[in-house]
């Protein structure tokens, strides 16, 4: 365990030789420091950053992969350690860090599979040790599965640092069938949404919409608009005015608007908050 003054001695140091030299191995170093030290938005740019230049490290992908699982990021956290295995193949950590993926996505049956693999061979293994206790704590508990675990389960609001964990996590909403961030030409510039739906024709629609909308509330004298609900057969759609751009809700008929909505104003005052 680091005290949070060796964690900034350890930053501090990273930091300055990526200074340096920008093109360092020790991004992945500064990166974990970080998020050893709480700061994920920090520990996710300084890799991301890192990767871009030296896209083939395999700890690089490693440390990203332990920051997205952090994040709630559990798919993109998978991504990142199937890069970390290409390039340094299968290891011990890879093994129990894929094991908390799964235990995190509710897929236990292959978590307790995979660390009993793992125990066979290294029986000491206090960490592989913990992880099927806590399997065993979740499954005497009751504790449901993936699909109907709570939006707070599967991505917390305080770890959203970006758009694009916004939309991912309106896109686990409940009723929610999709999410997106489109700019007034209607170019969508992040989004998460359901196979049958098309990023680039919500986006068009949305800019469409937009675009008769504004005019026509400005010649009534009722100022600028701020939202736009739109009902079809099987489909809403809401569209919010945020930042110069907007964010495109898709959710189904059934969906609990008022519990929506406050999600959603939830959600916009922290990326307000967050991307200043």
């Not at 060796?6 to 501090?12: A, D, K, T």
């Not at 340096?20 to 050893?36: C, G, H, I, W």
């Amino acid at each position: 365990m680091h005290t949070t003054a060796q964690l900034e001695e350890r930053i501090s140091k990273c930091e300055e030789i990526l200074s340096q030299n920008p093109e360092s191995l020790v991004f992945a170093a500064l990166s974990d420091a970080y998020r050893k030290k709480g700061d994920l938005g920090k520990a996710f740019h300084a890799c991301s950053q890192g990767l871009k230049v030296n896209p083939n490290y395999g700890a690089g992908h490693l440390v990203m992969a332990r920051i997205n699982l952090e994040r709630g990021m559990y798919t993109e956290a998978e991504k990142e350690l199937a890069w970390a295995e290409q390039a340094d193949g299968r290891t011990r950590a890879t093994e129990l860090l894929m094991a908390q993926i799964l235990i995190n996505k509710g897929q236990v049956k292959e978590a307790r599979r995979l660390l009993e693999k793992v125990r066979s061979t290294d029986p000491d293994n206090q960490v592989v040790t913990e992880l099927l206790q806590s399997i065993e704590e979740e499954t005497k508990a009751g504790r449901p599965g993936w699909d109907v675990m709570t939006v707070d389960d599967r991505l917390h609001i305080s770890k959203v640092i970006d758009l694009k964990d916004g939309v991912h996590y309106l896109k686990s909403l409940p009723g929610v069938q999709g999410a997106s961030i489109v700019d007034a030409d209607g170019v969508v510039v992040e989004s998460k949404l359901n196979p049958n739906l098309s990023p680039e024709l919500v986006g068009a629609v949305a800019a469409r919409i937009t675009a008769c909308v504004e005019p026509g509330i400005s010649r009534i004298g009722f100022g600028q608009y701020q939202d736009v609900w739109v009902g079809t057969v099987g489909l809403e759609l809401w569209i919010h005015a945020f930042a110069e751009r907007h964010l495109v809700l898709c959710y189904s008929p059934e969906a609990n608007v008022g519990a929506l909505r406050l999600r959603v104003n939830e959600l916009l005052e922290h990326l307000s908050a967050n991307l200043q």
